[in-house]
Each structure stands twice: as structure tokens, then as C-alpha cells.
T-cell receptor, first 111, second 115 residues
Framework: TQLLEQSPQFLSIQEGENLTVYCNSS?????LQWYRQEPGEGPVLLVTVVTGGEVKKLKRLTFQFGDARKDSSLHITAAQPGDTGLYLC???????????FGSGTQLTVLP | DAEITQSPRHKITETGRQVTLACHQTWNHNNMFWYRQDLGHGLRLIHYSYGVQDTNKGEVSDGYSVSRSNTEDLPLTLESAASSQTSVYFC??????????????FGPGTRLTVL
């Protein structure tokens, strides 16, 4: 069974601070996705990274896929209260259509 | 607009009862998935289907079953509800693509409480 470990599990910061969330595994993934989930809703895809070393930016969010495709990070610059939510990483292996999800990072950005 | 819906949104039931959670998508996606979400565990895969008449067990399938009679629906049945099945359940769908990075579209979830 492939496992994805996310850290930290909880993060509470002040508006304007920077933060990084990590997603680590001992397994290699063919692609990795990041989702954000708000209370009472299902997760929504933020980004997919597929190439080792790939970096993608989405406004103030920067996503990186590790060179060995075993880990990923999400960096948020100048966090805002609207960034509050549960961030989930999810990995896909080979041609499998199912995803393995990490345990999630609950981010709270205080005004 | 295409969407994925779940019903009911909230359900309270008693131990031992059979419960069915509905999932309906209008994306015309072949792939459908059921997850449960518990604090500290993220999303865990219960069952999934790659098309009509196809069903597969996921990581935590014991006590659950699914059937796929058409493209749009994948109902999840708890044969005899147990307190350990108290959770939030999410249905998701994705399309077939050449690669392995299909975006999954999630429903709003069903909060199930088993007393």
C-alpha cells in the first residue's frame, strides 16, 4: 500500500506570512495532485504535477514535484484568510485511475 | 452545467440497519469513486468503478458494496451499519484519459451518523 504523509497536520498563521506544506512518500508516483477543501464541500483540484522537478505557480501558490517523484511541496506567499482550508495531496501510480490521498493539512489564516 | 450530486446530505441511522447513499453525475464520466473522510486519515478509497457493470474494492471496502447499472450512478450500500462507519462520505468521478493524472470531481459529501 502506498502512503502519502503530509506535514504539518495543522497550521495556524497570521495574514501576510509565508508557509510551506509537505507531502512525502517512499513510493514513486507518476503524477501528484493538490486539492483544497472548504468546510461542507468536496475537494477541488488546484494543480497537477507530472515531471520530476516540475514547478507550477498559481498566483501566490507554488507547487513543486520532487526530482525522484516521491515528494511534493506547496508554498503560499503572503497568506490571506481566503486561503484557509484543508489541503490534500494525492498521488497516482502508473496508469491507475485511482488516487492515494495524504492525510491533509488544515490551514487557518488569521486576519 | 455538469455536476455531481449526493443524497442525502445528512443521515442518522441505527446500528444494524442497511443504508444506501446515492451518487449521481452528469459529466458522463466512466470512472466513479467512493471515499470516506475521517479526521487524521484524509480520504480513504472504499470502492471504485471504471464503467457500467465494473466494480472494484478499495482500501477500506469491508461492510460496503456498490453496483453500477448505468454511467451516471454509483450507489454505496452499508449492509449492516456499524458505529465505526460514522463518517463523511464523498463520491467522485473522472474521465478516461491517456495519462494517469485525471482530475477527480467531487460531490458535496454525505455526513452519516450511526447510533
Amino acid at each position: 500500500t502506498q502512503l502519502l504523509e503530509q506535514s504539518p497536520q495543522f497550521l495556524s498563521i497570521q495574514e501576510g506570512e509565508n508557509l510551506t506544506v509537505y507531502c512525502n512518500s517512499s513510493s514513486v508516483f507518476s503524477s501528484l495532485q493538490w486539492y483544497r477543501q472548504e468546510p461542507g464541500e468536496g475537494p477541488v483540484l488546484l494543480v497537477t504535477v507530472v515531471t520530476g522537478g516540475e514547478v507550477k505557480k498559481l498566483k501566490r501558490l507554488t507547487f513543486q514535484f520532487g526530482d525522484a517523484r516521491k515528494d511534493s511541496s506547496l508554498h503560499i506567499t503572503a497568506a490571506q484568510p481566503g486561503d484557509t482550508g484543508l489541503y490534500l495531496c494525492a498521488g497516482a501510480s502508473g496508469s491507475a485511475r485511482q488516487l492515494t490521498f495524504g492525510s491533509g493539512t488544515q490551514l487557518t489564516v488569521l486576519p | 452545467d455538469a455536476e455531481i450530486t449526493q443524497s442525502p446530505r445528512h443521515k442518522i441511522t441505527e446500528t444494524g440497519r442497511q443504508v444506501t447513499l446515492a451518487c449521481h453525475q452528469t459529466w458522463n464520466h466512466n470512472n466513479m469513486f467512493w471515499y470516506r473522510q475521517d479526521l487524521g486519515h484524509g480520504l480513504r478509497l472504499i470502492h471504485y468503478s471504471y464503467g457500467v457493470q465494473d466494480t472494484n474494492k478499495g482500501e477500506v471496502s469491508d461492510g460496503y458494496s456498490v453496483s453500477r447499472s448505468n454511467t451516471e450512478d454509483l450507489p454505496l450500500t452499508l449492509e449492516s451499519a456499524a458505529s465505526s462507519q460514522t463518517s463523511v462520505y464523498f463520491c467522485a468521478s473522472s474521465e478516461i484519459a491517456g495519462g494517469s493524472y485525471n482530475e477527480q470531481f467531487f460531490g458535496p459529501g454525505t455526513r452519516l451518523t450511526v447510533l
